[in-house]
């Protein structure tokens, strides 16, 4: 139990087109989901946090306007990357709590990787 | 801020017993969990402890004590396929109970 899915798994773009990831929480509901990032050979840096059909909130440093997150259900979350360039690139992974777990373990997503040119 | 430190790199051989330290912030602090991550792959959960002492789950067991803000990952009867990256992840009260993450520890097991 507690899968967790993204898609895609792996996306390349040009500079300047959005791309759009999902995240979905497979065989449970998912109270709150997280985004992160993560550079090669660093940790996770956490990008925002989304509840179901509320406005996600941002860790400071992150610009929402490019980073969009939608929480539409408590099985799937999606994160747009608006005008995406180089420095974008990187691994992109969500993460989900289940509402009938306990609130400490987070159930990852195999990740996003992107690659833009 | 909330920071979380711990060591960059350790290097065991197959059957040795490793240790990852993780010292902590306390402010607002909750519990420490232990996640291991392979190459290319997503965090898989390890361990939680919420409160002082030892868990035990098989080969990994992780301690925390509350007072020295400190807690370790150990690892017992190491094998190649331990090879990974190991964060240690304070969580923190406040909204949404989310996790702070240490920089990561890159341990390699030799034959």
């Known amino acids: 139990g507690a899968v967790v899915s993204q898609h895609p798994s792996r996306v390349i773009c040009k500079s300047g087109t959005s791309v759009k990831i999902e995240c979905r929480s497979l065989d449970f509901q998912a109270t709150t989901m997280f985004w992160y990032r993560q550079f090669p050979k660093q940790s996770l840096m956490l990008m925002a946090t989304s509840n179901e059909g509320s406005k996600a909130t941002y860790e400071q440093g992150v610009e929402k306007d490019k980073f969009l997150i939608n929480h539409a259900s408590l099985t799937l979350s999606t994160l747009t990357v608006t005008s995406a360039h180089p420095e974008d690139s990187s691994f992109y992974i969500c993460s989900a709590t289940s509402a009938g777990g306990p609130s400490n373990e987070q159930f990852f997503g195999p990740g996003t990787r992107l690659t833009v040119l | ?111």
């Open chain 2, 1 to 111: 801020g909330q920071s979380l430190e711990q060591p960059s790199e350790v290097t065991a051989v197959e059957g040795a017993i490793v240790q990852i330290n993780c010292t902590y912030q306390t402010s607002g602090f909750y519990g420490l969990s232990w996640y291991q991550q392979h190459d290319g792959g997503a965090p898989t959960f390890l361990s939680y402890n919420a409160l002082d002492g030892l868990e035990e789950t098989g080969r990994f067991s992780s301690f925390l004590s509350r007072s020295d803000s400190y807690g370790y990952l150990l690892l017992q009867e190491l094998q190649m396929k331990d090879s990974a990256s190991y964060f240690c992840a304070a969580l923190y009260a406040g909204n949404n109970r989310k996790l702070i993450w240490g920089l990561g520890t890159s341990l390699a097991v030799n034959p």
